[in-house]
T-cell receptor
Framework: DAKTTQPPSMDCAEGRAANLPCNHS???????VYWYRQIHSQGPQYIIHGLKNNETNEMASLIITEDRKSSTLILPHATLRDTAVYYC?????????????FGKGTHLIIQP | EPEVTQTPSHQVTQMGQEVILRCVPISNHLYFYWYRQILGQKVEFLVSFYNNEISEKSEIFDDQFSVERPDGSNFTLKIRSTKLEDSAMYFCASSLGQDGPYEQYFGPGTRLTVT
């Protein structure tokens, strides 16, 4: 699986959009970008994934650049409960048996 | 909404003892996983399980670890002879299948403390 690079920490004001970047310059054509988050030692929580098109669900939006070398997770209206470590993970399609490789992620702190 | 459950939430054991951590994956999921997270460190993959056998395992998953699906609902991780360094949060996860980009759903974890 391709490696990802994320900033170690970010701050965002409550109610504002939080934009979390991720670089994955060695991503392959059959690899998806996944985002998970972990709130204070709870189990990681799936947020969203995408291949090349932008995606949106009830939690977040995922913007993937045209060359697929980077992506941005957007939390449109951040709340204090969104304070967590956010992980960007690249993984092949069909890799059901493969474990996820978690990096250090980005510690997002939502400020009141 | 269906979720992965784990028991116990906290297990304290003495070094050298055997422990069994239990998980109930989401009912229609086919792939099951164990991960661990030592305090302050990254979440690490241990093992994946499909069709009643291990699919993949990491270097961490040595002979002291084993997994089992003893019935149609439970998925267990056994540590035969615990060491101090096994103290960690252990997370179970499950996913729907293989062919699609299926996301993994994680349980709340079991905190294992080895004294």
């Amino acid at each position: 699986d391709a490696k990802t690079t994320q900033p170690p920490s970010m701050d965002c004001a409550e109610g504002r959009a939080a934009n979390l970047p991720c670089n994955h310059s060695t991503i392959s054509g059959n690899e998806y970008v996944y985002w998970y988050r972990q709130i204070h030692s709870q189990g990681p929580q799936y947020i969203i994934h995408g291949l090349k098109n932008n995606e949106t669900n009830e939690m977040a939006s995922l913007i993937i650049t045209e060359d697929r070398k980077s992506s941005t997770l957007i939390l449109p209206h951040a709340t204090l409960r969104d304070t967590a470590v956010y992980y960007c993970i690249v993984r092949v399609k069909g890799g059901g048996a493969d474990g996820l490789t978690f990096g250090k992620g980005t510690h997002l702190i939502i400020q009141p | 909404e269906p979720e992965v459950t784990q028991t116990p939430s906290h297990q304290v054991t003495q070094m050298g003892q055997e422990v069994i951590l239990r998980c109930v994956p989401i009912s229609n999921h086919l792939y099951f996983y164990w991960y661990r997270q030592i305090l302050g460190q990254k979440v690490e993959f241990l093992v994946s399980f499909y069709n009643n056998e291990i699919s993949e395992k990491s270097e961490i998953f040595d002979d002291q670890f084993s997994v089992e699906r003893p019935d149609g609902s439970n998925f267990t991780l056994k540590i035969r002879s615990t060491k101090l360094e096994d103290s960690a949060m252990y997370f179970c996860a499950s996913s729907l299948g293989q062919d699609g980009p299926y996301e993994q759903y994680f349980g709340p974890g079991t905190r294992l403390t080895v004294t």
